[in-house]
């Protein structure tokens, strides 16, 4: 843990934080509150993750450097997150699948 948090105890009610926004994004009335906050949540803990990789700290006794791919999945997390919570949308383009199963049945008469 940082020197600069302090309470030492924190990443047990961060890891508890963690698990209550995941069980939130499974109901849909807690969705977007339990994604906000699970953003929030990330953003928070990201100094600190950065501050274990350049430290060298041991992780499991092993060598930090499983904790550089922490930082760019928390990167993944929280646009899942966004995404989950309806903060963000991805448009589509062109025609998905059931556009293409279409234009194939009306030039071919085959599905």
């Given at each position: 843990m940082p020197p600069f948090v302090p309470f030492p105890s924190l990443i047990y009610l961060t890891g508890a934080l963690e698990l209550l926004g995941a069980v939130g994004l499974f109901v849909a009335n807690t969705r977007r509150?339990?994604?906000?906050?699970?953003?929030?949540?990330?953003?928070?803990?990201?100094?600190a993750n950065i501050y274990v990789a350049v430290s060298d700290v041991p992780f499991n006794g092993a060598p930090a450097t499983p904790l550089w791919a922490r930082i760019p999945e928390q990167v993944l997390y929280i646009g899942v997150a966004l995404w989950a919570a309806g903060a963000l949308r991805f448009?589509?383009?062109?025609g998905g699948a059931a556009e293409f199963t279409?234009?194939?049945?009306?030039?071919?008469?085959?599905?």
């Open positions: 509150p339990a994604g906000l906050g699970l953003v929030a949540l990330f953003l928070v803990m990201l100094p448009g589509r383009r062109g279409q234009a194939v049945v009306r030039t071919d008469g085959v599905v």
